[in-house]
């Protein structure tokens, strides 16, 4: 399964906010300073994670971005889904009817494929897996040292 570069930058964007959002919203320039990407595009990875209400918005001079909740009540799931939406990576076809397939006695598919339900069991486990954790815990995961230096840069940045 291959995702977005969205859902890397997107994570960072809420761990940056939840360091250094409480002071107001962070505009769109500032995120992408951060990490040295387009603006532009960062922007419309910004406003999926808006609609889904991850973030918040604010325009004008004093506008931008900050966490619509908290830290603990984000799931990294929530920010995936927001960025790549929410399908499921396989998509069974039933090619098994095809082909060879149309020999087969119609009782031979009466139970669902084995490849989509193994498909389904790893995707749900790993929706799973990404559902139980949360910014909260990768801000808990980082050094200190990230928070610090991030922080002290938006200083810097913001002067």
Request: charged share 20%; proline share 5%; net charge positive.
């Amino acid at each position: 399964m291959k995702m977005s570069e969205g859902v890397e930058w997107a994570l960072h964007c809420c761990l940056t906010l939840a360091w250094v959002g409480n002071d107001g919203p962070v505009p769109t320039s500032r995120l992408a300073a951060a990490f040295e990407l387009p603006s532009h595009y960062l922007n419309k990875f910004l406003q999926s994670l808006v609609r889904a209400g991850i973030f918040t918005s604010s325009a004008g001079a004093k506008g931008g971005f900050q966490l619509a909740k908290s830290p603990e009540a984000i799931s990294l799931l929530d920010v995936v889904m927001a960025i790549e939406g929410d399908e499921w990576a396989f998509r069974c076809t039933e090619i098994r009817q095809r082909g060879a397939g149309c020999l087969a006695k119609p009782n031979d598919f009466a139970r669902p494929c084995g490849i989509a339900a193994a498909m389904q069991r790893a995707e749900t486990a790993w929706r799973k897996e990404l559902a139980a954790q949360t910014i909260a815990d990768l801000i808990k995961a980082s050094p200190p040292s990230g928070s610090q230096r991030m922080k002290q840069w938006y200083a810097g940045y913001s002067s």
